[in-house]
């Protein structure tokens, strides 16, 4: 999972509000919302389910899924395009980083592609965010390329996905760095140290390290979650008083349906970086999916983090599949 100065923010509409975007194609109307109904909600995870089936693959992540419910959340927007009233495009718009350009993800329905809907989300997106816009391409696929090309956007960002069969395994016996031992994640007791550990090992990357505990409940609420796949590293403190510190994590994930592992996020807090425990970290979370009967592994790295590409291709990994951020060049 991702990511001085402070820069005017763009003026949020009030909920239930409507933008009407001028567009040529009759009967084409985008609604944009603070917040869905469930009716609503509803509607847009099916139409990205529908979509999934489709393409083979999700078109907004797990956290722009997470936040279709739940009420308000500050920074997100919704726009629904329907066309004669049906809902045929969705796109969710992010802001909260405060540097980047608000991120987006939008989708439109498999059966009503190729009438311009997508460049019409498009610009209603540009025209929200003054034109200041990154849009992320899950796939990476053509049709999602050419958009951006139409709607000015420039090649920003790979996310790889990376994979690995999990039988054999092959992978030597994880190490851990003296006085570190790992144990598993308490729900409700480990949550404000995992928060602050994770908060500073992700605090170059503002989509992973910005978890609140709203979203750390969201997570322990979805069928996946599994605190006996949440590995925790602790260090002895100083002092001798058997007391100890949260340092790092492996925290795994299944996704049953596609009898598929995934490491979802290894974290080190700074100064415990450097001896090896993200590594063994890895080790120990692989061979906990490896004993699950799981026959495949898989996870995500920046293309440009070379070091963190190359530790995993030594671990047997190769990639799978591309993600692509564009973004706008002002």
Known sequence: MRRAGCRPRTPRRAAHRRAHVPLPAPGREIQTLD????????????????AAQSDGRQAVSEQGR?????GHREGVRHFLL????T???????????PVEAPAAELVVHPSHRGHGHGRALGAALLAATGKRLRVWAHGGKSAARHLAQVLGLSLFRE?????????PLNIAEPVLPPGVTVRTFVPGEDDAAWLSVNSAAFAHHPEQGALTQRDLDDRKAEPWFDPKGFFLAERETEGGDGSSEL??????????DEQLGEVYVVG????????G???ALTAIGLRHLASEGLPTAMLYVDADNTAAVSVYERMGFTTHEVDLMYRTES
Do not use: C, M, N
């Open 35 to 50: 917040t869905l109904s469930p009716d609503q909600a509803a509607a847009v995870s099916e139409l990205l389910a529908e």
């Open 268 to 275: 080190i807090r700074p100064d415990a970086q450097g001896g």
């Open 247 to 256: 340092i790092g994590f492996h925290w795994t994930k299944v996704h049953a």
């Open 87 to 97: 809902l045929v495009g969705y796109a969710q718009l992010e802001d909260t980083d």
């Open 66 to 70: 997470l936040q279709l419910r739940g």
């Open 82 to 85: 329907t066309a004669g009233g």
């Open 277 to 279: 425990l993200g590594k």
């Open 159 to 167: 996310l790889r996905q990376l994979r690995r069969p999990l039988s």
